[in-house]
C-alpha cells in the first residue's frame, strides 16, 4: 500500500488505487460506458480503492448500502468509468414485479413493443449491471434476483432461461448462456425510517461483497464543497460544513429523523457560487423550499 494520500493512477493499460491494480476492458463500447462528474475526495478514494480490491480477490458483485446522497450511485460509476467497463441500468421501486425483471416494454411507431430488459442484456453481453434502490423492491423480487447473482440461474416469463454454462458444453435452444464477465453493482439504502425499504442486506447480503456508504469526513466535504463551488467565500463553505456535521449528529441523537446528505450541502454550495448575492438563508431556501409543503 503506497504511502500519503491516494490517488488515480492509470498506466499500462491498469486502474492503479494505492497499490491495488486492476486491467481496464479495451474492448468496450466508449457509448455504453458511463462518464461521470467526480472529485477524488480522500474518503471516496478509499471506498474505490476497496472496492478494486474486492475484483482483484475475485468478488463477482458488490453491494453499496447508504443514506440517500452520499454518492453511490457516483462511486459505481466512477469505479466502472475507469475500468471501461460497459454498463445496464435498472432502477427497482414498490411496484416492480418478477416480469419487469425481465421484460423491457418501447414505444416504437405507436406500437407497444416488448424485448430483452436491462438485466437480460447484460447477463447477455458481459456487462455490469446497475440495480439501483433496490431496497424499494419487493422481497419476492429481491430473492429472484438472488438466486440469479448466487446460483446463476433465472427463469423468464416467456420460458427461456438465463443460466451459467460451462465452456465447451452445448447451449440448449430455450438457453440464454450467462457471459463470464457478467457482474452487478447493487445500490440499497439502509433499512427502517425515514427510507422504509426492505432489508436488502439481511436478505442478500452473502452474495456480494459489501462497501458501507456514509457521509464523508469534513476534510474530505470541504475538498468537495471546494471542487463545486471554487468562488464561494472558503468561510461560508466551513459554516456550511460544521451546519450539517451539526444536523447529522443530531439524527445520530434521535434529535431529526432526516439524516441530511452531501448532495444537499453540494446544492448549497453550487448556489452561493452561482449566486453570491443571496447569502446563506437564500440559499437554503432554495435547496429545502419543496420540504415547506405538504400535499
Do not use: W
Not at 486492476?22 to 474518503?43: E, G, K
Not at 446522497?69 to 460497459?86: F, I, P, S, T, Y
Amino acid at each position: 500500500e503506497q504511502a500519503g494520500p491516494l490517488a488515480i493512477r492509470e498506466e499500462d493499460g491498469a486502474v492503479d488505487i494505492g497499490g491495488v491494480r486492476v486491467a481496464v476492458d479495451r474492448d468496450s463500447d466508449p457509448s455504453r460506458v458511463p462518464h461521470v462528474l467526480f472529485y477524488d475526495m480522500p474518503s471516496h478514494l478509499v471506498l474505490l480503492r476497496d472496492m478494486l480490491g474486492d475484483l482483484v480477490a475475485g468478488e463477482r458483485h458488490l453491494l453499496l448500502i447508504g443514506n440517500q446522497g452520499v454518492g453511490k450511485n457516483k462511486l459505481a460509476d466512477r469505479l466502472l468509468e475507469m475500468l471501461q467497463r460497459e454498463r445496464e441500468y435498472i432502477q427497482l421501486h414498490r411496484d416492480t414485479t418478477v416480469a419487469a425483471l425481465t421484460i423491457s416494454a418501447t414505444l416504437e411507431g405507436g406500437v407497444v413493443k416488448y424485448g430483452d430488459s436491462p438485466l437480460v442484456r447484460a447477463c447477455r453481453e458481459g456487462r455490469t449491471l446497475m440495480v439501483d434502490e433496490a431496497d424499494k423492491a419487493p422481497l419476492e423480487v429481491v430473492c429472484i434476483l438472488k438466486g440469479l447473482l448466487e446460483d446463476g440461474h433465472m427463469l423468464l416469463a416467456d420460458g427461456r432461461r438465463l443460466e451459467t454454462v460451462p465452456a465447451g458444453k452445448a447451449v440448449p435452444p430455450d438457453v440464454i448462456p450467462i457471459h463470464p464477465k457478467f457482474r452487478a453493482i447493487v445500490l440499497a439504502n439502509r433499512p427502517g425510517f425515514p427510507f422504509l425499504g426492505n432489508d436488502f442486506f439481511h436478505e442478500c447480503g452473502d452474495v456480494f461483497a459489501c462497501h458501507v456508504v456514509g457521509s464523508p469526513d469534513r476534510s474530505s466535504e470541504l475538498h468537495l464543497l471546494r471542487s463545486y463551488a471554487p468562488s464561494a467565500p472558503e468561510s461560508e463553505l466551513e459554516r456550511l460544513a460544521g451546519a450539517f456535521d451539526d444536523l447529522r449528529h443530531a439524527v445520530e441523537e434521535g434529535a431529526l429523523s432526516y439524516p441530511y446528505s452531501t448532495r444537499e450541502l453540494v446544492n448549497l454550495s453550487r448556489h452561493l457560487d452561482r449566486f453570491p448575492a443571496d447569502g446563506l438563508a437564500a440559499a437554503a431556501d432554495n435547496a429545502f423550499a419543496f420540504e415547506a409543503h405538504s400535499p
